[in-house]
């Protein structure tokens, strides 16, 4: 199979036409892969269709962006049956039935939607300045491009959540990140790093990428894309199947063989999948 992530640049638009123009030429550039992935809180940029003040109140624009939503799903469906393929959609709030939103990413295949993630830990910054909230609950997708799991940003940063994905089967866990750092990108690209070294998995990355400045929630963004395996001799020493440059907008791609995965966790150099009861067993004497 082979894998599409984007380093995603926001766009300002005066309709939801523009949208669909720039998410349909996305796609098209990606149609020769099998799984595409959009980024965290890539959805934020409809909040430009409300205007200059709206998409400039934190807020407001949460409210903006979700007041879109069904819209969008059906955007990202159409052109996944269009083209055959898989897609992670860019994150964004959904409300529900609460008062306060969830960062929910979705998940699109050939037939329609398949299902949804939401964040699990939320940032210093969802927590005390956004008011986003958390929403208990990994979920596993069995899929013809694979079993799918998805570690939204700062939850890749936390190995326990990584090994119930791996525990429950998942061979390939994709996550969309949203950073405003440097530093805020090489702690996730460092997580998922990890979490692709000790579930002998694929990791894939997908960030935002350059400035926002009509939007206090994210007018910075600095990262890259990237596609990660454990480096256990069945792929690259340096765990990296593929990246982009830093800050450079646009897709990064590269094939995965589903059946090397399952060669990693049988007969790698070293067995950090098959092993990790032990460290779950060891204390401090």
């Not at 039935?97 to 960062?103: K, W």
């Not at 570690?151 to 791996?166: H, I, K, N």
């Not at 996550?175 to 998995?201: H, K, W, Y």
Request: proline content about 5%; overall charge negative; glycine content about 8%.
């Amino acid at each position: 199979m082979k894998i599409a992530t984007a380093a995603y640049k926001f766009n300002w638009f005066e309709d939801f036409e523009a949208y669909r123009a720039k998410l349909t030429r996305w796609v098209e550039k990606a149609a020769d892969c099998d799984l595409l992935v959009f980024p965290e809180y890539g959805a934020m940029e409809l909040a430009s269709l409300g205007g200059r003040d709206i998409a400039g109140s934190l807020e407001a624009s949460l409210h903006e962006v979700a007041r879109h939503e069904i819209a969008r799903d059906t955007l990202h469906a159409d052109l996944a049956a269009a083209h055959g393929v898989h897609i992670l959609a860019a994150s964004g709030p959904h409300f529900g039935d609460s008062e306060r939103p969830v960062n929910r990413a979705v998940l699109f295949g050939p037939d329609g939607r398949i299902g949804h993630q939401d964040k699990q830990i939320m940032t210093r910054f969802e927590r005390e300045e956004w008011d986003v909230r958390g929403a208990p609950g990994l979920r596993v997708f069995d899929t013809p491009v694979g079993r799918l799991g998805i570690l939204v940003c700062y939850d890749s940063e936390f190995p326990l959540l990584g090994r119930q994905l791996a525990e429950a089967g998942v061979e390939i866990i994709l996550v969309p990140s949203c950073t405003d750092t440097v530093a805020g990108f090489n702690r996730v690209r460092i997580g998922s790093m990890a979490r692709a070294l000790e579930s002998q998995c694929i990791v894939v990355q997908s960030p935002t990428v350059g400035l926002c400045d009509w939007s206090p929630a994210v007018d910075e963004n600095r990262g890259r894309a990237a596609i990660y395996a454990p480096s256990d001799g069945h792929w690259p020493d340096s765990g990296i199947l593929a990246e982009g440059e830093m800050d450079q907008c646009g897709w990064v791609k590269a094939k995965v063989d589903l059946d090397k995965i399952r060669q990693s966790r049988e007969d790698g150099r070293v067995l950090p999948f098959a092993h990790w009861p032990e460290s779950a067993a060891s204390a401090v004497i």
